[in-house]
């Protein structure tokens, strides 16, 4: 939980700080749809690659957008897995007859042992991850002691591999533009930008800086209510308590124990919330001032060209 970092603002003062909200809305906007429309792995690396530049350019760190993928790391690995396992199309890379004998039990229950006495230390979790994949294979398909109980194929395709290769990293792009950003965004000038992209919606009888509003404190509230969540788990590791060990029976009274105080503490915080916007005569759905309004400037022009430039490329890349 201490790796989440949707949600959270860093002071900086990089290019993406100097940008309108509205700017970066519209341009994330833009250039999420403009890799949904890419459809080669080669393209979508090239937009990998030009992200990354935008990321030095922007002096934001990349150690700090990688901590944030981890949270959506079991899903990374599930995704491209599921992949290469369902799709059957190309060509056959890969074929080979994975064997569950006795032998092969015993050692993937040592590996399995090994690896989540390793994982307490919390250092190279993901390497110690990967290598315990690679022991799991090699005892499948590479030990052929004792007696064998039951086999299954392991067959992988030339388009399973592309396309879990291809779904993995715009996920991947897509998280990354998000958290750029929340992390490069303060929360009310967030919450003034959706206001003012919405406005054209009152036509319709949507309120947009109600809308706007609850966006903002959706988010906002997100690394607080993760942060209250790391307390109580460190408070309760204090006692005895481990939520990485014990039966699934202890394991899910565990989890009620720190969903209790978690919901105690989020309605506590929302009643704070209220009170501090009555202090301050928030009234909803009435006109609010505030000390600095949204202006444009030449940057935003430059980056809303970049983004139609990146957009009309992607439909340029669909067409043909």
Same mark, same amino acid.
């Given at each position: 939980?201490?790796? =989440?970092?949707?949600?959270?603002?860093?002071?900086?003062?990089?290019? +993406?700080?100097?940008?309108? &909200?509205?700017?970066?809305? =519209?341009?994330?906007?833009?250039?999420?749809?403009?890799?949904?429309?890419?459809?080669?792995?080669?393209?979508?690396?090239?937009?990998?690659?030009?992200?990354?530049?935008? *990321?030095?350019?922007?002096?934001?760190?990349?150690?700090?957008? *990688?901590?944030?993928?981890?949270?959506?790391?079991?899903? *990374?690995?599930?995704?491209?897995? +599921?992949?290469?396992?369902?799709?059957?199309?190309?060509?056959?890379?890969?074929?080979?007859?994975?064997? +569950?004998?006795?032998?092969?039990?015993?050692? =993937?229950?040592?590996?399995?042992?090994?690896?989540?006495?390793?994982?307490?230390?919390?250092?190279?979790?993901? /390497?110690?991850? +990967?290598?315990?994949?690679?022991?799991?294979?090699?005892?499948?398909?590479?030990?052929?002691?004792?007696?064998?109980?039951?086999?299954? &194929?392991?067959?992988?395709?030339?388009?399973?591999?592309?396309?879990?290769?291809?779904?993995?990293?715009?996920?991947?792009? /897509?998280?990354?533009?998000?958290?750029?950003?929340?992390?490069?965004?303060?929360?009310?000038?967030?919450?003034?930008?959706?206001?003012?992209?919405?406005?054209?919606?009152?036509?319709?009888?949507?309120?947009?800086?109600?809308?706007?509003?609850? /966006?903002? /404190?959706?988010?906002?509230?997100? &690394?607080?209510?993760?942060?209250?969540?790391?307390?109580?788990?460190?408070?309760?590791?204090?006692?005895?308590?481990?939520?990485?060990?014990?039966?699934?029976?202890?394991?899910?009274?565990?989890? =009620?124990?720190?969903?209790? &105080?978690?919901?105690?503490?989020?309605?506590?915080?929302?009643?704070?919330?209220?009170?501090?916007?009555?202090?301050?005569?928030?009234?909803?759905?009435?006109?609010?001032?505030?000390?600095?309004?949204?202006?444009?400037?030449?940057?935003? *022009?430059?980056?809303?060209?970049?983004?139609?430039?990146?957009?009309?490329?992607?439909?340029?890349?669909?067409?043909?």
């Amino acid at each position: 939980m201490k790796n =989440i970092v949707i949600g959270q603002y860093v002071p900086g003062e990089g290019f +993406f700080y100097k940008l309108d &909200p509205r700017t970066k809305i =519209i341009s994330i906007v833009f250039l999420m749809v403009s890799l949904f429309l890419l459809e080669s792995i080669t393209y979508l690396l090239i937009a990998f690659g030009l992200s990354i530049l935008l *990321l030095i350019a922007g002096k934001l760190s990349i150690l700090r957008i *990688l901590k944030g993928l981890k949270p959506i790391f079991i899903l *990374l690995i599930f995704t491209f897995i +599921f992949q290469i396992m369902f799709n059957k199309e190309g060509t056959l890379l890969v074929n080979q007859v994975m064997r +569950f004998s006795v032998t092969s039990i015993i050692g =993937i229950f040592v590996i399995t042992v090994i690896w989540r006495f390793l994982a307490k230390y919390k250092r190279f979790n993901t /390497i110690l991850f +990967f290598l315990y994949l690679a022991g799991l294979y090699f005892l499948l398909a590479r030990f052929n002691y004792g007696a064998v109980l039951t086999t299954f &194929p392991l067959m992988i395709y030339q388009k399973g591999l592309e396309m879990s290769v291809f779904v993995v990293i715009r996920l991947i792009i /897509i998280i990354t533009l998000s958290t750029v950003l929340t992390i490069t965004t303060k929360p009310t000038d967030l919450t003034q930008g959706l206001e003012k992209l919405m406005r054209p919606l009152k036509i319709i009888g949507i309120k947009s800086e109600d809308f706007a509003l609850i /966006i903002s /404190i959706s988010l906002r509230y997100i &690394p607080t209510i993760l942060d209250e969540a790391n307390k109580i788990m460190l408070a309760q590791a204090s006692r005895g308590s481990d939520f990485t060990e014990g039966k699934l029976k202890d394991k899910v009274k565990q989890v =009620i124990s720190l969903l209790v &105080p978690m919901f105690i503490i989020a309605f506590k915080r929302s009643e704070d919330l209220a009170d501090a916007m009555e202090s301050r005569n928030f009234i909803p759905g009435k006109p609010r001032t505030r000390i600095f309004d949204l202006k444009f400037s030449y940057i935003d *022009l430059f980056t809303t060209g970049f983004t139609l430039l990146c957009f009309a490329t992607s439909i340029y890349l669909k067409v043909i």
